[in-house]
């Protein structure tokens, strides 16, 4: 038991600190009156008037047992009960506790064009091309709203975004009259709403709160001089990435690459910002920066690398002594908005009612589109009443939210991640999960860099600890293997800095294709269709080598192909296979060579030292079966 000694005058008392409960402390304080009270009081019969005053004493002892034991308990993210005391914790760790998930889906929205001639052939007018904006909405038969994610452009079609065009309607001449324009556009449930603030004179982390149910994300803020404010994880960070359109504007060097990436990636410095966090009771509150001053950073703070060069903002001499606290009315943690009316987007909805079947959302909502000057009204307004949408999936995701449990996984488990990369799953995942906006990157394989040794001067190669090689491919139209083009490299590049650790540089280069081609024979049971049982093995191959299956350095286990072949029905024995290198760029195959038979180590093919991986580029010809008769 534990024991202290309380001093007293007459002598010293042992006091227990084991008790947790009324009966406890109220057989401990009778015990404690009988040791050190015996001729004051002694009757303890539950009629005395002096057990009440023991009872209340033991009644007050178990109430603060409980809330001790409870406000410790609710310290801690694997214990605790309290929602509120959850979304804290999980805040503390980094994680933003979602009141309800929106459900996503792919939209199919069409229009119509009218045609014209053009050098004496006919193709559709593109003028008439409409640009849905982002935030433009649909409506599904079973209630729920949808918004697109980013612009509808109809006159605008890549590998990302394609236009499919098919003709629509022919004239009395046989000749097409309306062409039917269709993209496939990411939607998300929910509909945006807009709340307005009137800020007064500045105020050091301003915090405001949305007074709404069922709030997904905030969309937007923008202040009546038209200034923008970005959401970022914590105040302190002042770089965001944006998303521009690749173009010469914005990039003259890749523009020439956005048929296969559409958007760049750019850091922006963003002095205005805010964070936001959900509460427990579902309001979402948006806390702003501590730049109150109108003055310069500089002259808050003086920088002594400025001292004497007479720049604005610079100084003679360093005769002011540094105040910590005077950070605080810097632009560090972001500029505050004050004297001005902020206008706030937000998104709504979500929830399990937003998990809507395929082809209900056919209605449309409101749409904000852009199109060209100068056209005739009246085949405009034809071709904005054509416009249709539908979703061929059903609309999935959407959830109320996340449970208590939830929120302990994933705070967890997000502060494991802390937004990070250092282990080599940890490069492939960032990589393959950069946004398909920025370019598609279908495979990754990273290795630590390595030198040759300066000593020998020979191909003896040691590790460079200061650089990781990213090695990359994605896939052309025909989804057949492909390097990364530059402006995906370069957003690939962006978009790692934000994660990689401080001592990584990384190289990105491109992964080495070996192009392969596959013979096979095979004897068959009797009664058994021996074309069909050969066709059967060539699907089953072509299964196997779908380039969806394979990752760099991957290698091919000869026995797997055997067993495969063999487990055909009709199929006796598999009594050959032969896989060969294909080689040459103007028969469309890899530059590269490679000898199958070198690489051979018990029936399994290695790919080589340098990161590759093997492609079978055209299966329908260089797959070649054979069934052989005795």
Not at 360 to 378: A, D, F, R, W, Y
Not at 583 to 607: C, F, H, N, V
Request: glycine share 6%; aromatic share 10%.
């Amino acid at each position: 038991m534990a024991y202290s000694k309380v001093s007293n005058k007459s002598q010293d008392k042992d006091v227990k600190y084991i008790s947790k409960d009324f009966n406890t402390f109220k057989n401990q304080l009778i015990e404690f009156s009988q040791t050190y009270f015996p001729e004051n009081f002694n009757d303890f019969s539950e009629g005395n008037p002096g057990m009440m005053f023991l009872e209340m004493a033991a009644y007050v002892g178990d109430v603060l047992s409980f809330y001790t034991d409870k406000q410790l308990r609710e310290a801690f993210l694997s214990l605790a009960q309290d929602r509120e005391n959850l979304f804290n914790l999980a805040y503390t760790l980094g994680y933003k506790p979602k009141v309800t998930t929106a459900s996503s889906v792919n939209l199919d929205i069409t229009q119509l064009v009218p045609s014209k001639v053009v050098g004496g052939s006919y193709e559709p007018d593109f003028d008439y091309a409409l640009n849905i904006q982002q935030n433009s909405t649909f409506d599904s038969t079973e209630g729920s709203t949808f918004y697109i994610t980013r612009d509808t452009r109809f006159d605008f079609s890549s590998s990302f975004e394609p236009t499919n065009i098919s003709i629509y309607q022919f004239d009395s001449s046989n000749n097409p009259e309306y062409y039917l324009l269709k993209k496939t556009i990411p939607a998300i449930s929910g509909q945006v709403k807009t709340q307005t603030f009137t800020m007064g004179a500045p105020e050091r982390f301003k915090t405001l709160t949305i007074f709404d149910t069922d709030i997904i994300s905030i969309e937007s803020i923008t202040d009546s001089d038209g200034n923008e404010y970005h959401e970022v994880p914590y105040l302190a960070q002042d770089t965001i990435f944006e998303e521009v359109s690749n173009n010469g504007a914005n990039d003259p060097d890749l523009k020439g690459f956005n048929n296969q990436t559409p958007f760049l990636l750019k850091l922006k410095q963003v002095p205005r910002r805010f964070v936001s966090r959900f509460k427990a009771n579902n309001q979402l509150e948006i806390q702003f920066g501590a730049g109150s001053s109108d003055k310069a950073d500089e002259q808050i703070i003086p920088n002594p690398d400025n001292i004497g060069l007479g720049i604005k903002e610079g100084r003679s001499q360093l005769d002011k002594a540094y105040d910590p606290s005077n950070f605080l009315y810097t632009k560090a943690y972001g500029q505050v908005p004050s004297n001005t009316t902020l206008t706030v987007n937000y998104l709504v909805g979500g929830g399990l009612s937003s998990n809507v079947n395929s082809n209900t959302i056919t209605t449309i909502g409101e749409l904000l589109i852009n199109n060209k000057p100068n056209l005739n009204q009246g085949m405009l307004t034809f071709v904005k009443a054509s416009i249709t949408s539908t979703n061929v999936e059903a609309a999935k995701g959407g959830g109320a939210g996340d449970t208590i449990e939830e929120i302990r996984l994933n705070a967890a488990a997000n502060f494991g991640a802390q937004q990070r990369t250092v282990t080599k799953d940890d490069y492939i995942i960032r990589t393959l999960s950069m946004p398909p906006q920025f370019g598609r990157i279908s495979k990754a394989y990273i290795t630590q860099d390595d030198q040759i040794s300066p000593l020998t001067n020979e191909p003896n190669r040691i590790p460079n600890p200061l650089a990781l090689n990213l090695y990359t491919l994605g896939y052309n139209a025909e989804k057949q293997l492909s390097t990364l083009n530059t402006a995906t490299k370069t957003n690939l590049a962006t978009y790692l800095e934000q994660y990689r650790m401080l001592t990584d540089a990384i190289n990105i280069k491109d992964a080495f294709v070996i192009n392969i081609a596959l013979e096979f024979e095979i004897t068959t049971f009797r009664n058994y269709n021996n074309q069909r049982v050969l066709l059967q093995c060539i699907t089953e191959v072509k299964d196997y080598f779908n380039i969806d299956k394979w990752q760099i350095n991957q290698p091919i286990v000869m026995s797997e192909i055997k067993n495969l072949i063999g487990a055909v029905e009709g199929v006796q024995t598999v009594e050959n296979i032969t896989i060969t290198n294909k080689k040459g760029e103007s028969l469309g195959y890899s530059k590269y060579s490679y000898s199958i038979q070198k690489a051979t180590r018990d029936e399994i093919i290695y790919p080589s030292l340098d990161p590759s991986i093997f492609e079978l580029k055209y299966p329908d010809t260089d797959i070649k079966g054979r069934i052989t008769t005795y």
